[in-house]
C-alpha cells in the first residue's frame, strides 16, 4: 500500500517538474525582453487560467441558458467549481506545494471569498444589471480576478516555507 502510494506520489512530482520545465523554456522565448520579468510560475498560472476559466464559463453558461438559474447562483457555481479545479492544477504542477493540504485550504477559502464578492459576483452581476451580456461582465470581471489570485496565491496560499535555521555548529 505505502509502495503504491510513494508511485503515485511520485508520478505526480515528475508532472510538476514537467509541467515547471515546460514554462520556464517558454518563458526564456518570450518576446520583448519579457523573459527578464515574468517568471515562469506567472506563466504557468497563466496557462492553468486558460483551461479553468473556460471551464467556468461553460459551466456559467449551462447553469444560467442551460438550467435558467439566477444569475448569482450560476456565478456562484461555476466559479466554485472552477475554482476547485484551479487550486487542484496550480497546487500540484504550478507551484508544487508539499505543505499540509487543511491550513493551504483554509486560506485559499478566505482568498476566493474575498475575490468572489470583490471581483466575481460583484463585477459581473453589476456590469450585467448595467446591461452588459453576462458572459462579457464575467470575461471582464476576470480579468481583476486574474491580478489578484496570482499574488494571493503566489504570496499567500502556495508561499513557500520559512528556510529552517541549521542546527547549532553547522552551516548551510
Known amino acids: 500500500m505505502f509502495a503504491t502510494r510513494q508511485l503515485r506520489a511520485d508520478k505526480r512530482a515528475a508532472r510538476g517538474e514537467r509541467f515547471g ?5 517558454a518563458v526564456r522565448h518570450l518576446p520583448f525582453g519579457l ?4 517568471p515562469p510560475r506567472l506563466l504557468g498560472f497563466a496557462a492553468i487560467s486558460s483551461v479553468t476559466f473556460p471551464v467556468d464559463l461553460a459551466l456559467l453558461t449551462a447553469a444560467r441558458s442551460g438550467l435558467h438559474w439566477p ?4 456565478v456562484t457555481v461555476a466559479y466554485l467549481l472552477a475554482s476547485g479545479l484551479g487550486y487542484l492544477l496550480n497546487r ?3 507551484f508544487r506545494s ?3 493540504v487543511g491550513p493551504q485550504l483554509a486560506r485559499y477559502t478566505v482568498v476566493l471569498v474575498i475575490n468572489y464578492f470583490g471581483c466575481i459576483l460583484g463585477v459581473t452581476t453589476g456590469l450585467a444589471a448595467l446591461g452588459l451580456n453576462y458572459q462579457l461582465a464575467r470575461t471582464a470581471a476576470s480579468l481583476c480576478e486574474t491580478v489578484y489570485l496570482y499574488a494571493a496565491m503566489r504570496w499567500i496560499v502556495f508561499r513557500d516555507p520559512a528556510p529552517q535555521a541549521p542546527p547549532d555548529g553547522q552551516r548551510q
Not at 520545465?21 to 523554456?25: T, V
Not at 523573459?35 to 515574468?38: A, C, K, L, P, T
Not at 444569475?71 to 450560476?74: E, F, H, I, R
Request: glycine share 0%; aromatic share 0%; proline share 5%.
Open 21 to 25: 520545465a515546460a514554462m520556464a523554456a
Open 35 to 38: 523573459s527578464r520579468v515574468v
Open 71 to 74: 444569475l448569482p447562483a450560476s
Open 92 to 94: 500540484s504542477l504550478n
Open 98 to 100: 508539499h505543505a499540509a
